[in-house]
């Protein structure tokens, strides 16, 4: 009934920049919260940087200064910028919504397929 799908992964050089995108489509009503997560090989799964209805936002201290959430309601889009991308930021990125739909009168939890980032040299 709801579908994630991202793009804009791919392999960069350190330092470099790279822009992540996640559209909803569905049976839609709301979408509240918005978020990236990422997941490196052999780590735990963590939040990068989440945005509100209200478009406050909130990022993991390994984000701050260099990634920057934003999001298009219109769209049902999602965006994160990220700058001066570190090898360390080599992980698969996850979009998150909470969408509340046509069919259910509850919030639901959806996830995007993911992509992968690469920073190498």
């Known amino acids: 009934q709801v579908q994630l799908v991202e793009s804009g992964g791919g392999s960069v050089q350190p330092g470099g920049s790279l822009r992540l995108s996640c559209a909803a489509s569905?049976?839609?009503?709301?979408?509240?919260?918005m978020s990236w997560y990422r997941q490196a090989p052999g780590k735990q799964r963590e939040l990068v940087a989440s945005?509100?209805?209200?478009?406050?936002?909130n990022y993991a201290d390994s984000a701050k200064g260099r990634f920057t959430i934003s999001r298009d309601n219109v769209k049902s889009t999602v965006y994160l910028q990220m700058n001066s991308l570190k090898p360390e930021d080599t992980a698969d990125y996850y979009c998150?919504?909470?969408?509340?739909?046509?069919?259910?009168?509850?919030?639901?939890?959806?996830w995007g397929q993911g992509t992968q980032v690469t920073v190498s040299s």
């Open positions: 998150h919504m909470r969408i509340l739909t046509h069919l259910s009168a509850t919030l639901g939890t959806y």
């Open positions: 569905g049976s839609i009503l709301r979408i509240c919260d």
């Open positions: 945005i509100t209805s209200g478009s406050s936002t």
